[in-house]
């Protein structure tokens, strides 16, 4: 990959952290407010979310978008026998979110907008996902 490209995905990931600490999506007031159903701001920006998914994957199946090396994108289906490991893997995820404040594309926002404390959650997240690496063939799938 170039030096070029590397620029390009480096100016989308600054803009997504500018529209994330613009619209307050990575305040830990309002992630708290959102679970505790004080206001209905989080809420509305996950279902827009929500909703431009749902549109892109509509775009992508429709026009049969290919990747940047010309590839088809196909999104396989999820497995529906394993409804057990989303609804856990969803409330770790959750139960995180809650005690943080942050999830983890927020996470580097804030460590760009000056909050140095986010090197911790970012660190363990790092130490967690190399962790799942190494045993992943021993947990069941």
């Known amino acids: 990959m170039k030096f070029s490209e590397y620029l390009k995905y480096l100016s989308i990931g600054t803009l997504f952290g500018f529209v994330l600490m613009k619209t307050e999506v990575v305040s830990w007031f309002r992630i708290q407010e959102m679970f505790r159903f004080d206001s209905i ?8 979310a929500i909703m431009v998914g749902m549109i892109s994957i509509q775009i992508i199946k429709r026009f049969k978008v290919k990747d940047l090396e010309g590839n088809p994108i196909s999104i396989p289906p999820k497995d529906s026998t394993q409804v057990t490991r989303y ?4 409330t770790f995820f ?5 005690l943080l404040g942050a999830c ?16 911790i959650p970012i660190l363990a997240g ?13 947990l069941p799938h």
């Open 104 to 119: 983890p594309g927020p996470m580097f926002a804030l460590l760009g907008s000056g909050i140095t404390v986010m090197i």
């Open 87 to 90: 609804i856990v893997g969803g």
């Open 126 to 138: 790092i130490a967690g996902t190399y962790t799942y690496g190494v045993i992943k063939d021993k």
């Open 41 to 48: 701001h989080m809420y509305g920006i996950i279902g827009l």
């Open 94 to 98: 959750g139960l995180g979110w809650a």
